[in-house]
């Protein structure tokens, strides 16, 4: 018995088959939505873990577009029991120090100092900068700092 067939109803093939309308839907209600379920759990692993990045909204419109109709609190619980969380991309930190050159480093004198007050401590930095076809340009820039 296939559901929703074209020009057959429910109580015609239930008439036909001489079962009553309770027991099929009593049935129909105990291992379709089952069947259902596994079918779109298994759209969802495939598409989250072809698409690792995306989360749960992202998957629901994936699901959506193979023509399921699925809410996004569904697909949201599946991902949750089936552990497919979104990976996320790690933060970008640029590099602000270049710590590997042959030049020598000079210590940190005020390392262990604990300035109570302002204008205690005072630092420079010497920032170069490239002013185009190999020319460089330096000047201090000093800064007060308060701890």
């Not at 619980?77 to 480093?105: C, Y």
């Not at 100092?113 to 920032?127: E, F, R, S």
């Amino acid at each position: 018995m296939v559901w929703g067939s074209p020009g057959q109803s429910v109580e015609r093939l239930c008439a036909a088959a001489s079962v009553s309308r309770a027991s099929y839907y009593r049935h129909w209600a105990e291992h379709a939505p089952r069947a259902e379920e596994t079918q779109l759990r298994d759209l969802v692993q495939r598409l989250a873990l072809a698409h690792r990045p995306y989360g749960y909204r992202r998957i629901t419109e994936l699901v959506r577009r193979e023509g399921w109709w699925a809410n996004r609190k569904r697909i949201a619980r599946i991902m949750r029991e089936d552990n497919l969380l979104a990976l996320r991309k790690p933060v970008f930190r640029p590099a602000t120090t270049n710590s590997r050159h042959s030049w020598r480093i000079w210590p940190n004198l005020a390392r262990h100092l604990a300035p109570t007050t302002a204008d205690q401590l005072w630092v420079a930095d010497i920032t170069p900068t490239f002013a185009g076809a190999g020319s460089t340009s330096a000047w201090p820039r000093p800064s007060s700092i308060w701890r």
